[in-house]
């Protein structure tokens, strides 16, 4: 089978094409640009973009979402925690304007505490109106925030539904959720 984003197969596009067409990944393990500072990962995200003021604009946005950042706007991304690394990850991604979120396991290595915020910043993205694609291993916390379900086992997708429903499903909360 293939993907397709917009009705055109993803295979041998171009990632800057894909960014051009509002479609952003924040990567498993991150994938931030140590050596820069905060600040400019930021700007690093919103390279499809001229627009100066828009551009500061949609920083201050993301600060205004991650006050931790903003605090440390001038700090090299490398010396980041990793939660700050993925908030980081994220704000960049969100820097291009997506349409479509891809986030690959965005709680993985995290403190609980920060595994609530990077949900919480999900959540608040989600009501924004950006289609998050969520690939996650807490089942918990993934369907909580999700519309639609899906699990896979083995690289195939054994079930599908309404995630809130899903949640309760006796299958799922054995399997998935430690309950049953």
Do not use: C
């Not at 930021?42 to 949609?58: H, N």
């Amino acid at each position: 089978g293939h993907i397709s984003y917009l009705g055109q197969p993803l295979k041998g596009q171009s990632s800057f094409n894909l960014v051009q067409q509002k479609l952003a990944m924040v990567p498993e393990g991150r994938g931030v640009f140590t050596r820069m500072s905060i600040h400019e990962n930021l700007l690093m995200g919103a390279y499809t973009s001229d627009d100066k003021q828009q551009i500061a604009q949609d920083i201050e946005h993301w600060f205004s979402v991650f006050p931790r950042l903003k605090e440390r706007a001038s700090q090299m991304a490398g010396t980041l925690s990793g939660g700050e690394q993925q908030m980081l990850a994220m704000a960049r991604a969100l820097m291009s304007h997506p349409k479509l979120l891809l986030l690959d396991e965005p709680s993985m290595g995290l403190s609980p505490i920060m595994v609530e915020k990077i949900f919480e910043v999900i959540r608040n993205v989600s009501a924004q109106g950006i289609t998050i694609l969520l690939v996650e291993q807490n089942a918990k916390l993934a369907l909580e925030a999700a519309h639609r379900g899906y699990v896979m086992e083995s690289g195939l997708i054994t079930m599908t539904g309404n995630a809130k429903e899903m949640l309760n499903d006796p299958r799922v909360k054995a399997a998935y959720l430690g309950e049953g």
